[in-house]
């Protein structure tokens, strides 16, 4: 898969570089280090996401998928029963898996290094920090307008490439190559958080990957992974705007865990959630039980 590799760490983002470049007089590359002092970059800068997401983890590994694996993509989007009924249950899953880990959000971002790992300590924080104020600087928003096109950027891009990719590719890989679905699973969630770049997220992102991943074992169908991730990215960029209008006092960009009576809750109703997931799903598990 060096292809796919190639388009999403090169091509993608080249190319988005280039094609946000003619909407940008300034150094794109120098001002995206400090959005905050060059407002005018929030354009190119969603420009530059978008192409990068779109080149890099949807046409370049469809072109993979159909080119050297010969694959039909239908097949990763199967005709099965209830799946609406099952996308509403995925709205409710996102919100209390959200609150779940809550806690740990909390604990990975103020998370402190013994002294011999100060180096490190300091590069990830440095790099979390330029990471917030470019998320910051693309979650502005002054419009309805802004946010539509932020929901498109952040949220259905990066839901239907990730996938495709961690889930679709990675994950099915790794399962063929070790025979085991939850070494499969978990490890694809590793690389899914890693790529990502943000260690004071990792865990949070780590359990989100595994969270994904297990949706798409049970079901056999991406588009549930797909939409679980969407709603999650959607969810919080729509609450930002609400946010920022002053329509809610709800912040989901405060990492404070959420009080321990209502973690404790939505532990119980995760668990409930995806049990009932699982269940519906369990006679094709029985039937495909060593392939996806």
Known sequence: MLNVFIGFVIVGPVLGLAVASLFYEGELLSD????????????????????????GLIIFPLLHIAAIERKN?????????????VLVLLMGLGLTFMISISPLVEWNINLKFPEFLKGFETWAREAEDRTAKLTEAMTTFGSLTDLFIAIIVIA??????????FRGMFQNELFRG????????????????T???QFYGFVPRLLLGALFGYLYFWSGNLLIPMFAHFFNNAFGVTMIYLHQQKITDLNVEDNTAAPLHYVILNIVLTIGLLYYIR?????RLRQTSNQY
């Open 32 to 55: 995206m280090q400090n959005p905050d002092l060059h407002p005018g970059i929030v354009g190119p800068l969603l420009i530059t996401q978008s192409i990068a997401t779109l080149i």
């Open 73 to 85: 993509i239908n097949a990763f989007f199967p005709v099965q029963e209830k799946t609406a009924v």
């Open 156 to 165: 259905l891009l990066p839901a239907i490439g990730e996938e495709l990719v």
């Open 178 to 193: 070790t025979g085991n679905a939850h070494l499969a699973i978990w490890g694809s969630a590793i690389i899914f958080s």
């Open 195 to 197: 790529i990502h770049f």
């Open 279 to 283: 269940k519906h799903y369990q006679d």
